[in-house]
């Protein structure tokens, strides 16, 4: 069974920073383009960031370019998020999925974690 469990989201004040990670099992993630996705109270799952398994090739949403990084560690199974200049409008549940950016469309694997940007 593939299991994807996030972790590392918390309450932070705007300008601060978080690691997320999202750590794999039933699957090896080296296989797979690997996608963040969000969702706010009340919206939609947005994407966030992907990263590819060739390259590694990285990409991001507008709102999150040049403040967020995404990561990963194929040894570890694991995928990470580095969240810096957070602002209030980043404030969401936070999932990791398989896949590209069409991982907007499927309800997430995992539960989450929740990141609070809040002063």
């Known amino acids: 069974e593939v299991q994807l469990v996030e972790s590392g989201g918390g309450l932070v004040q705007p300008g601060g920073s978080l690691r997320l990670s999202c750590a794999a099992s039933?699957?090896?993630?080296?296989?797979?383009?690997m996608t963040w996705v969000r969702q706010a109270p009340g919206k939609g799952l947005e994407w966030v960031s992907t990263i590819t398994t060739r390259g590694p090739t990285s990409y991001y949403a507008d709102s999150v370019k040049g403040r967020f990084t995404i990561s990963r560690d194929n040894a570890k199974n694991t995928l990470y998020l580095q969240l810096n200049s957070l602002n209030i409008e980043d404030t969401a549940m936070y999932y990791c999925?398989?896949?590209?950016?069409?991982?907007?469309?499927?309800?997430?694997r995992g539960q989450g974690t929740q990141v609070t940007v809040s002063s």
């Open positions: 039933g699957v090896s993630l080296r296989f797979f383009d």
């Open positions: 999925a398989l896949g590209g950016a069409e991982a907007v469309t499927r309800t997430p």
